[in-house]
């Protein structure tokens, strides 16, 4: 019987908690609990990025200089040592990991630190077809000041198959998640998007889902085989400002990005927005079985 995947919640002065998946990601479109909003009217600032286990040094001192100052901190391969875990409920109202490779110590994965608590949390996983790992995503919500609700997707993808199958079997309950959202959305991480094959599945789903991807002027994300492996993905805002900062604290650039809230809903509605999310979705299983 395959092992319940759960989320982790680290809040200072409380027990550790252990947070299921809903029963369905329908009960997005139902009544989320009332909670204190992101702090900040203005600019929504994010970082993103792939801690590499913190294996390498200076990795607090960038965390301390950069993501003290956001809102949202989205990471990958973050591992929950006593210095993290110290971080982030000294400096964030919450802290969510949803442990992939269960070390002896401290688990590795996904983790969000956010600046609220969130409303709504749905911790995925997905097992590498080739190493028998797992990859971890992490799916919230967060109240914004002017009432709408922000879908922030933390996302670290598989890395190790054949074709793309499994990478787009990842992404299709992060899509079940986003459609069911009405209100403005991020999608960030570590996508391991080597080859063109990933390029072109990540891009399609980003086009159902009607996100848009954040471009970086001077773009020095990290690669492999000549192709960004980290994005970040949005809908129902405007970027303000984006860049990428060169460290050698991982083996990953961190991604910042400045955002601002649209006031309240979309062009088109939530409604409108919506049914045609989910028309797409159900019209893309012929193009999907078309691409493998």
Known sequence: MPKKTYAVRYVAGQPVERIFQ???????????????????????????WNIFKQQRAEWLSVLQGFGKDAQLV????????????????????????????????????VMTLSAAHPVYCCPLREREPLLRLAKSALVTVYPLHDGQLLMVVNIHAVNFS????VYSKQLGPIGEQIINHQGPVIMAGDFNAWSRQRVLALYRFAERMML????????????????????????????QEASVLVTRASDHNPLLVEFEPYRGSAQGGPEARIVGLKNNAAGNKNSA????
């Open 22 to 48: 809903p029963l369905a990601s329908s009960q997005l479109g139902q009544a989320l609990p009332p909670g204190e909003p992101l702090p900040g009217s203005g600019l929504l600032r994010v970082m993103v």
């Open 74 to 109: 989205l990471l990958q391969e973050a591992q929950t040592t006593p210095e993290l875990v110290r971080f982030a409920t000294s400096h964030y109202l919450a802290a969510d990991q949803v442990p992939a490779l269960i070390f002896p110590q401290h688990p590795s994965g």
């Open 162 to 165: 054949l074709g793309i199958d």
């Open 212 to 239: 848009h991807e954040v471009k970086f002027i001077d773009d020095q994300r990290r690669t492999a085989f000549g192709r960004p492996l980290d994005f970040v993905f949005y809908r129902g805002m405007k970027v």
């Open 289 to 292: 079985a078309a691409d493998k």
